[in-house]
């Protein structure tokens, strides 16, 4: 007999939701599109898997509730400054705070309406778009935090994974660092000066980071619309899959 007929009321399906977060130009699109179609192939999961490019946390509630896993591109929905600065803001950092929380290179509006560094913008409408990203953020289980192994990309890595951890505690993170070199001794030595970059901050606070080698054959089936290589992410989902497991 189930819960329905003993009178309980069924209990509501709550997929997993895997956020892919990275500073532009790091590959965090491509990164979402493989781990979304690595898990699809998974039969356990039948079919019930999804790609989704939004900060809408209406539109991930409803996606959540008919999948198992959505991966959320969140990168590619708003810029990583706004992200840092949503996390910020949950903490009661003030405004000027925010300037030293963004993307690597030369600072820039965010791109979600009504946010700071936005002329003619109210405070209500700033703290009201903040909310919502931080609202999107919160309901992930799950986000990797992706960079490429050079100096200011390893330096955004560290500043956003400390306001990330602010919001959502270390034990939601995964650090991926993608785009190795694939040359053997090229690799090794960026892996070695990314950790030696990354020493005492939070990005290595939850483990290991995700080591990602560069692959002309991922950028080759992307842009063709071929079945990308399942190597490129299956260490990102056998690093994933376990962290979810007491949730499926």
Same mark, same amino acid.
């Given at each position: 007999?189930?819960?329905?007929?003993? #009178?309980?009321?069924? %209990?509501?399906?709550?997929?997993?939701?895997?956020?892919?977060? =990275?500073?532009?130009?790091?590959?965090?699109?491509?990164?979402?599109?493989?781990?979304?179609?690595?898990? #699809?192939?998974?039969?356990?999961?039948?079919?019930? @898997?999804?790609?989704?490019?939004?900060? *809408?946390?209406?539109?991930?509630?409803?996606? %959540?509730? +008919?999948?198992?896993?959505?991966?959320? *591109?969140?990168?590619?929905?708003?810029?990583?400054?706004?992200?840092?600065?949503?996390?910020?803001?949950?903490?009661?950092?003030?405004?000027?705070?925010?300037?030293?929380?963004?993307?690597? =290179?030369?600072?820039?509006?965010? $791109?979600?309406?009504?946010?700071? =560094?936005?002329?003619?913008?109210? +405070?209500?409408?700033?703290?009201?778009?903040?909310?919502?990203?931080?609202?999107?953020?919160?309901?992930?289980?799950?986000?990797?935090?992706?960079?490429?192994?050079?100096?200011?990309?390893?330096?955004?890595?560290?500043?956003?994974?400390?306001?990330?951890?602010?919001?959502?505690?270390?034990?939601?993170?995964?650090?991926?660092?993608?785009?190795?070199?694939?040359?053997?001794?090229?690799?090794?030595?960026?892996?070695?000066?990314?950790?030696?970059?990354?020493?005492? $901050? @939070?990005?290595?606070?939850? #483990?290991?980071? @995700?080591?990602?080698?560069?692959? %002309?054959? @991922?950028?080759?089936?992307?842009?063709? #619309?071929?079945?990308?290589?399942?190597?490129?992410?299956?260490?990102?989902?056998?690093?994933?899959?376990?962290?979810?497991?007491?949730?499926?």
């Amino acid at each position: 007999m189930n819960a329905e007929e003993h #009178g309980y009321p069924p %209990k509501p399906w709550r997929g997993n939701m895997i956020g892919v977060v =990275g500073a532009r130009g790091v590959g965090c699109t491509l990164l979402a599109g493989c781990l979304t179609e690595d898990l #699809g192939s998974d039969a356990s999961n039948h079919g019930l @898997v999804t790609y989704c490019a939004t900060a *809408d946390a209406t539109s991930l509630d409803r996606l %959540k509730a +008919s999948h198992r896993f959505v991966v959320a *591109d969140i990168g590619s929905a708003t810029t990583s400054a706004a992200i840092s600065a949503a996390s910020a803001a949950s903490t009661a950092m003030t405004a000027s705070a925010f300037s030293t929380l963004g993307t690597p =290179g030369t600072p820039r509006a965010f $791109s979600t309406p009504g946010t700071p =560094g936005t002329p003619g913008t109210s +405070s209500t409408s700033s703290t009201s778009a903040l909310a919502e990203i931080a609202a999107t953020l919160s309901r992930c289980d799950l986000i990797a935090l992706v960079a490429t192994p050079d100096t200011e990309s390893l330096r955004w890595l560290a500043r956003t994974g400390e306001a990330l951890t602010s919001l959502l505690g270390v034990e939601r993170l995964i650090t991926v660092i993608n785009r190795l070199p694939r040359s053997s001794r090229q690799r090794l030595a960026a892996v070695a000066a990314s950790m030696r970059q990354l020493t005492g $901050s @939070v990005a290595l606070a939850s #483990g290991a980071p @995700v080591l990602i080698t560069e692959s %002309k054959a @991922v950028e080759h089936a992307a842009r063709y #619309g071929q079945a990308v290589p399942a190597t490129l992410t299956q260490c990102l989902s056998d690093e994933i899959r376990p962290r979810l497991e007491w949730h499926l």
